[in-house]
């Protein structure tokens, strides 16, 4: 439990700010930022939703399109890099100007810059661990500053069983850890169209079976296993199409791959799709052959829309997933154990149906967006000392 820190009442306080560094079109813990504030609403709460982005990335547009979609307030963070000290100027006004009573982060520059401006601004402070994805370059140094500043938040919300334990293992006390896995809006991700219809307006054949993934191009997803794994089924004779929705740096490599192997006909980089329904509507099968993950929304949206979902065993999916009832799961990093999941669901239809009709009972009983947001507002709550809670103001703090 979370204990709330006693204040003298001056004013009601109940804005919270979520931060987020991003560069591109953004992922998954995007769906959760920007969906947070139409259902923290009712509540009274007002969430402000802050991204730091590079100044001149055109990727961008579709974060800015995605928060008008969802009428969520957003605050756009030009960033230049580790020492623009305009970032921290910009964010202290916001939350000096907005009276920010909560600061939530997303990642570790969000974690290190609400520490830096709590000393500027009182706050409550809480962070989402969504995963550590991305490898190689300076990401080391980045994930052992996040563990530094972990150690130092009032909440810390991870959407899986292992980020959790992982937290723990940081030296995050107990009680301020809690388990909040992701959920997604069960009316939105709701299938309506069937897989034929939804074929015939992406141009695929209706006898094709369609295979299908959502994510960012990047090399912890493994898209490069499951084009290997669907080469091999095609060569098999099964007659089949592989949907890769998405994009990032690892483009070229995967187009190379494609390229190689000849599969252009059969494997399309549909690149990055501000809707990504009506291809999860074509889908016969979703795969997720990834390395490493947190709790991922595509996987969520896939059981939600009626898609039998195959999955690495990896972090928090075995939680989601129980092996051969409501979808597969196939060990990571390995080519045979994709081809010999998809091959016997591909001429199976009555198969698919039972996992995909299994899928949708789990999201709507266990994995509703309404239902996580309830938990991150009792949250929210006790931290402010209950639902009508009043904060202190200093106004007196001077700012960077």
Request: aromatic share 6%; proline share 6%; charged share 30%.
């Amino acid at each position: 439990m979370i204990a709330s820190m006693a204040r003298a009442p001056s004013e009601t306080r109940r804005v919270v700010l979520d931060a987020r560094v991003v560069t591109g079109t953004g992922g998954g813990p995007d769906k959760t930022i920007l969906n947070s504030p139409r259902f923290l609403k009712e509540a009274g709460y007002h969430n402000l939703c802050a991204y730091l982005h590079p100044p001149n990335d055109s990727g961008y547009q579709a974060i800015i399109q995605r928060a008008e979609a969802l009428e969520a307030p957003l605050i756009s963070i030009p960033d230049r890099g580790p020492l623009d000290w305009r970032v921290v100027r910009s964010l202290a006004r916001t939350c000096r100007e907005e009276r920010v009573a909560i600061w939530h982060g997303h990642d570790y520059k969000s974690n290190a810059l609400g520490l830096l401006l709590r000393r500027f601004w009182p706050m409550r402070m809480v962070t989402t661990v969504h995963g550590w994805g991305v490898r190689g370059g300076r990401t080391p140094l980045y994930y052992a500053i996040d563990r530094l500043c972990l150690k130092r938040y009032e909440a810390v919300l991870c959407v899986s069983d292992s980020l959790y334990e992982a937290c723990l293992k940081f030296g995050v006390p107990k009680e301020r850890c809690v388990l909040i896995e992701n959920g997604v809006d069960v009316d939105h991700f709701r299938r309506r169209r069937s897989p034929a219809e939804a074929k015939r307006k992406l141009g695929v054949p209706r006898d094709r079976v369609v295979i299908g993934a959502v994510g960012r191009l990047s090399a912890e997803k493994g898209y490069d296993l499951l084009i290997q794994a669907v080469d091999r089924l095609v060569a098999s004779g099964c007659n089949i199409e592989l949907l890769i929705v998405g994009e990032g740096d690892e483009r070229a490599v995967l187009e190379n791959l494609i390229r190689e192997l000849d599969r252009g006909d059969r494997v399309r980089l549909v690149g990055f799709q501000r809707d990504a329904i009506p291809f999860f509507e074509a889908m016969d099968i979703f795969a997720l052959s990834s390395l490493r993950e947190g709790l991922p929304n595509v996987v969520l949206e896939a059981m939600a829309l009626e898609v039998p979902v195959v999955a690495t065993r990896i972090a928090g999916i075995p939680r989601l997933i129980q092996d051969g009832e409501n979808g597969l799961l196939v060990p990571s990093e390995s080519v045979d154990a994709l081809v010999e999941a998809l091959g016997p669901l591909i001429g199976d239809p009555d198969r698919r149906a039972e996992l995909a009709a299994a899928g949708r009972e789990t999201i709507e009983r266990h994995h509703g967006f309404a239902a996580r947001m309830d938990k991150v507002r009792e949250i929210y709550d006790r931290l402010l000392g209950g639902p009508a809670a009043a904060v202190a103001v200093d106004d007196h703090r001077e700012g960077p």
